[in-house]
């Protein structure tokens, strides 16, 4: 029986969308107050689900204090009270999008999590605004 279990997460961090390739009016038309040159916060929220098969011994699908050290180590060390555009190496040469983010979480968390195991992310950049990635 397939089943999905999920963890959730939060952090804090600050980010400024821009593209140096284009113009500063262009940035600020694009990319409007999340373009303010000091930068601006959100408060993340980050959801990881694994989908599999309950293991028949344990009944388990996967250990959850696991998952949260793995979480802990990859997402909330990482990004937590940084400033993802000076701060996460990834991020000095790609735009730190909700998009792009939620695309590095998933690579970070797929290094450590078994491939038997399938992997979608979901991260709220506020209440509103957030973005599922499965690797897809």
Request: include cysteine; charge should be negative; charged fraction near 30%.
């Amino acid at each position: 029986m397939e089943l999905t279990i999920s963890r959730e997460s939060h952090f804090n961090a600050a980010h400024r969308l821009n593209v140096e390739a284009w113009t500063e009016a262009e940035n600020k038309a694009y990319f409007g107050l999340c373009n303010n040159p000091n930068y601006h916060g959100h408060n993340y929220k980050v959801i990881v689900s694994l989908t599999g098969e309950v293991d028949s011994v344990s009944g388990y699908l996967f250990d959850l204090k696991i998952l949260k050290q793995i979480i802990d180590e990859e997402i909330e060390l990482k990004f937590d009270h940084k400033n993802l555009n000076l701060d996460v190496e990834e991020f000095k040469i790609t735009n730190p999008t909700v998009e792009n983010i939620s695309i590095l979480i998933w690579k970070l968390l797929r290094n450590r999590i078994d491939k038997k195991y399938k992997l979608k992310i979901t991260l709220y950049e506020t209440e509103r605004n957030f973005v599922e990635y499965n690797g897809n």
